[in-house]
């Protein structure tokens, strides 16, 4: 499809166990954000990749998490050790000039 | 430091009549401004934008009007329709370039009732 695709689409894990979540951005796009909602909360933004620029980490909320993106592919977020309140729906977005688009997030559960 | 917000956690209107969703943003620097529509389950799908060297911008049923002076923005949609139930995220890019980082506000949650 030309869509950003975020795999799994659904993850449970126990507490403490490290998670990897995976976007594929539109072909083409140079901008790739992570960002994630808690039930009831708004966007949180997570990261912000732009082309060759050093990655906007601002939004991270611990050392437990990271992300990678390949030149202008795929992403990966990963979350170490995880903690309940990691719980969230993990969404990517891909954009190429002002409007961005959404994949359709990763709901993460953790036990 | 919420640099958009929707004040309004949700609304609730009736079919055939206005929705006004309403935005203030703080950061002086933004100068493009865009509407998100989500479904449960689904991803933020991109519905109308508006540059600030703009008052209005026109869709259809949506109208974005920006007021700069204010810091404000406001989504119209005219007439409401059941399917436009859903959440409603403003957002905010700073910079006049396509690089700017999107700032989302916290989404107002539209019922409209039949």
């Known amino acids: 499809g030309a869509g950003v695709s975020q795999s799994p689409s659904n993850k449970v894990t126990e507490k403490g166990k490290d998670v990897e979540l995976r976007c594929d951005p539109i072909s083409g796009h140079t901008a790739l954000y992570w960002y994630r909602q808690r039930l009831g909360q708004g966007l949180e933004f997570l990261i912000y990749f732009q082309g060759n620029s050093a990655p906007d980490k601002s939004g991270l909320p611990s050392d437990r998490f990271s992300a990678e993106r390949t030149g202008e592919s795929v992403s990966t977020l990963t979350i170490q050790r995880t903690q309940q309140e990691d719980s969230a729906v993990y969404l990517c977005a891909s954009s190429l000039g002002f409007s961005a688009f959404f994949g359709q997030g990763t709901r993460l559960t953790v036990v | 430091d919420q640099q958009v917000k929707q004040n309004s956690p949700s609304l609730s209107v009736q079919e055939g009549r206005i929705s006004i969703l309403n935005c203030d943003y703080t950061?002086?620097?933004?100068?493009?401004f865009l509407w998100y529509k989500k479904y449960p389950a689904e991803g933020p799908t991109f519905l109308i934008s508006i540059s600030s060297i703009k008052d209005k911008n026109e869709d259809g049923r949506f109208t974005v009007f920006l007021n700069k002076s204010a810091k404000h923005l406001s989504l119209h949609i005219v007439p409401s329709q059941p399917g436009d139930s859903a959440v409603y995220f403003c957002?905010?890019?700073?910079?006049?370039?396509?690089?700017?980082?999107?700032?989302f506000g916290q989404g107002t949650i539209l019922t409209v009732h039949p």
């Open positions: 950061n002086s620097m933004f100068d493009y």
């Open positions: 957002a905010a890019i700073a910079g006049g370039t396509s690089y700017g980082k999107l700032t």
